[in-house]
């Protein structure tokens, strides 16, 4: 039945579609465009309509109801047939489904790594244990005997296999803990496990430290076999990035004068470290003994002092000592050729060592116009820590004394220096780097003149050395004064910082009344500071002084009433002061002022020495 209906109704369609005439092949035609152009072209989008299928007579195509209720039941029974499909395939995935059971949980990172480090190293639990009694032993709060017995434990658990364990940083840091804490026995087996391998421990990123432990913590006879294992290698060494700090720590803190000599004339060459017990550290003497060498030397050290610029391992010790070497004894010329960008950035590294602070200061010296640019923009930021340190001082004075460009220097230098001038000043460097501004070379040290006058040759430096230092001085002066104004009563408190007082009226090119006038107010508020030692020699300075004499004694009578100078007599150090400013007769009130002092009732006054000199001064005025 299902078959003739089928077959009936594709009959009936394709009667209907045999007598569409144009429509489509599915029996639809495209709707003519109202708006169509008559050139053909529509001027909106073609819009497609369902069209009636028209038979060629123009009436309308019949389908009986007996052929449309088969179709409505074939539609039926196909939609039955897939819906009892899908139940059945729901049924079938079901049975072959699972039980439920809970998700396995995925392993955590920790856990993976832990198997992977297990997998690739045969020696894990032994290492994990190690690791475990360092982290209780390291405990700050722990029992010096649970810590001993924890460093027993660690030894029967590394005993053989140190050197293997070594190269790691947390085992690095096991064998660190028993050489600070462990026992003598302890410590002698540490070194004795790691002797032969010294030099590849000293160049490991983490057991280099290690090496640097045990000379801190072994005996000096240990020290020596440690030496003895390093000796023939110390070149090698010190070019390597990791155990140059081996090597330093080593010619720095530990080596005999004897074991550094052996260091450093291994880098002269092979001939000289033959005969290494006769020469010295230092090239001088080593010229003493072969002054036809020198030239070879000093090649050997300019291609050292070349590796050391471009490895960036200036920041040494023992590496600036040999590139100080080089720097004495080269010509100026050679020093110039040498001043690259690279080694100009990392001058402001070193200018705080003795050696590094020479070669900062032949930089300044033998470097052009340019380098020395170069080199200020570098030490911007720095200027403060250079001012107050040991060292970094010397290379400011050096510096004020070599650059031409004053007006480069006011701007990155002393502008910095004096916004930092009260700090600067509380600090012996810092004192000697203010006088040496003030006063040039008159108030500095034999020794340091010595040093300094090295640069006075340079063949860079065109500018008269005084009008470079006036120019300088002329922009410090009002600043100088302005700031102790301000601070007077904290300069005052010590010795050293109130000379700086005396040291800046003496020097400077400024008006110095406003300075003067505070000094007076001081001791007019204050009758108990002119009894004070610091403030009594600034007192005493000044009062001797030919440029200031007048004008305080002026001051100071103007300012004080004479009752405060009655009390200042009751004091011998007050008396004195008293007695300086009346032995200056060309003052304005001089006479007045005697005279007043004569009707104060100054023998009322307990007795000193300062007192009894002014009564009898002031009698043998009459």
């Given amino acids: 039945m299902n078959q003739s209906l089928g077959a009936m109704v594709k009959a009936k369609q394709k009667g209907v579609r045999g007598a569409a005439g144009k429509a489509g092949k599915y029996g639809k035609s495209v709707k003519k465009d109202p708006l169509k152009a008559k050139d053909g072209k529509s001027s909106t989008n073609k819009k497609f309509t369902k069209k009636k299928i028209v038979p060629k007579s123009g009436k309308k195509a019949l389908v009986s109801k007996e052929v449309m209720d088969a179709l409505k039941e074939n539609r039926k029974e196909k939609k039955e ?62 029992e010096t005997s649970k810590k001993q017995e924890i460093i027993v434990e660690l030894k029967k658990l590394m005993e053989g296999k140190i050197a293997s364990l070594m190269f790691k940083h947390d085992l690095a840091r096991v064998v660190q803990m028993i050489l600070k804490f462990g026992k003598r026995e302890h410590k002698n087996f540490i070194v ?293 104004t301000e601070n007077l009563s904290s300069l005052l408190l010590e010795k050293s910082t109130s000379l700086l007082i005396t040291t800046a009226l003496t020097y400077v090119n400024c008006d110095t009344m406003s300075l003067l006038t505070a000094l007076s107010t001081l001791c007019r508020d204050d009758s108990s500071a002119v009894d004070e030692l610091t403030t009594h020699i600034v007192l005493r300075n000044i009062l001797q002084s030919a440029n200031h004499q007048k004008v305080f004694t002026d001051t100071l009578v103007t300012e004080i009433p004479l009752e405060k100078f009655k009390e200042w007599c009751r004091t011998n150090r007050g008396a004195f002061t008293v007695l300086r400013m009346v032995e200056h007769k060309s003052a304005d009130q001089h006479q007045s002022f005697v005279e007043g002092l004569k009707n104060c009732g100054i023998n009322e006054c307990s007795e000193s020495v300062g007192r009894d000199k002014l009564i009898e001064f002031l009698n043998s005025s009459d």
């Fill in 81 to 142: 047939k897939r819906e009892r499909d899908v139940s059945e395939r729901k049924n079938q995935s079901n049975k072959k489904k699972k039980p439920n059971r809970e998700p396995a949980e995925p392993l955590k990172k920790k856990a993976l790594k832990e198997i992977r480090k297990a997998h690739d190293n045969v020696d894990y639990e032994n290492i994990t244990k190690i690791k475990k009694l360092w982290e209780k032993g390291r405990e700050k709060e722990l």
């Fill in 192 to 484: 004795e496990e790691l002797k032969p391998h010294i030099q590849d421990l000293a160049k490991s990123k983490y057991s280099k430290f290690t090496v640097n432990c045990m000379l801190k913590h072994t005996t000096p006879d240990q020290r020596n076999a440690i030496f003895k294992t390093l000796s023939g290698h110390f070149k090698k060494l010190t070019l390597h990035a990791n155990s140059v700090s081996v090597v330093d720590t080593l010619y720095n803190d530990y080596a005999t004068s004897k074991q550094r000599t052996e260091i450093i004339t291994e880098f002269y060459g092979k001939e000289f470290y033959l005969f290494r017990d006769v020469l010295s550290e230092h090239l001088s003497k080593v010229l003493e003994v072969h002054p036809d060498k020198k030239s070879v030397i000093l090649e050997e050290l300019l291609k050292l002092t070349g590796t050391f610029i471009e490895k960036g391992l200036t920041g040494y010790i023992v590496v600036q000592h040999l590139m100080l070497q080089y720097f004495l004894y080269a010509e100026p010329q050679a020093i110039t050729e040498l001043l690259t960008d690279k080694l100009v950035d990392q001058v402001v590294n070193f200018v705080h060592t003795k050696e590094g602070s020479k070669i900062a200061m032949r930089c300044l010296w033998y470097g052009t116009a340019k380098h020395r640019k170069l080199l200020i923009k570098n030490f911007k930021g720095h200027i403060k820590e250079m001012a107050v340190d040991e060292n970094g001082y010397l290379v400011l004075c050096a510096l004020f004394d070599c650059v031409d460009d004053t007006v480069l220097v006011k701007k990155a230098v002393l502008t910095e220096i004096m916004e930092n001038l009260d700090v600067i000043v509380m600090t012996a460097h810092g004192r000697n780097l203010v006088t040496y501004l003030l006063a040039g070379r008159a108030k500095l040290n034999p020794a340091l003149t010595e040093v300094l006058s090295v640069g006075d040759s340079n063949p860079h430096s065109k500018k008269n050395a005084e009008v470079r230092r006036q120019e300088i001085l002329t922009h410090i002066s009002p600043l100088v004064v302005q700031n102790f």
